[in-house]
Nanobody, 117 residues
Framework: QVQLVESGGGLVHPGGSLTLSCALS????????IGWYRQAPPGKERELVA????????IYEDSVKGRFTISRDDSANTVQLLMDYVQVEDTGTYYC??????????WGQGTQVHVYS
């Protein structure tokens, strides 16, 4: 059963692009703001980098503004994060979850992004 399943991570050079995808259970996605969180290095608290409200408004953390684009498809219960012009500092494990995450029921496995020169 789908709860939170992230995919799309990988290795990329600075300036490149990646698209992350998240499949969510309908009960998690419906009516909730959904965000992408980054954890780097492992064990550090997850940082919210982008969120999309239930009605579509998007908010970005300053370091990714203008480079990342978050979108949601409620008919498919998916949320995507388009990462353009990636930087070494974008390296980490990316997770999707409701915003705030304290309203969620746990975390998925995440998907790893490694930006290297």
């Amino acid at each position: 059963q789908v709860q939170l399943v992230e995919s799309g991570g990988g290795l990329v050079h600075p300036g490149g692009s990646l698209t992350l995808s998240c499949a969510l259970s309908q009960n998690i996605m419906s009516g909730n703001a959904i965000g992408w969180y980054r954890q780097a290095p492992p064990g550090k608290e997850r940082e919210l980098v982008a969120r999309v409200m239930a009605y579509g408004m998007t908010i970005y953390e300053d370091s990714v503004k203008g480079r990342f684009t978050i979108s949601r498809d409620d008919s498919a219960n998916t949320v995507q994060l388009l990462m353009d012009y990636v930087q070494v500092e974008d390296t980490g494990t990316y997770y999707c979850n409701v915003v705030p995450s304290s309203l969620g029921t746990g975390w998925g496995q995440g998907t790893q992004v490694h930006v290297y020169s």
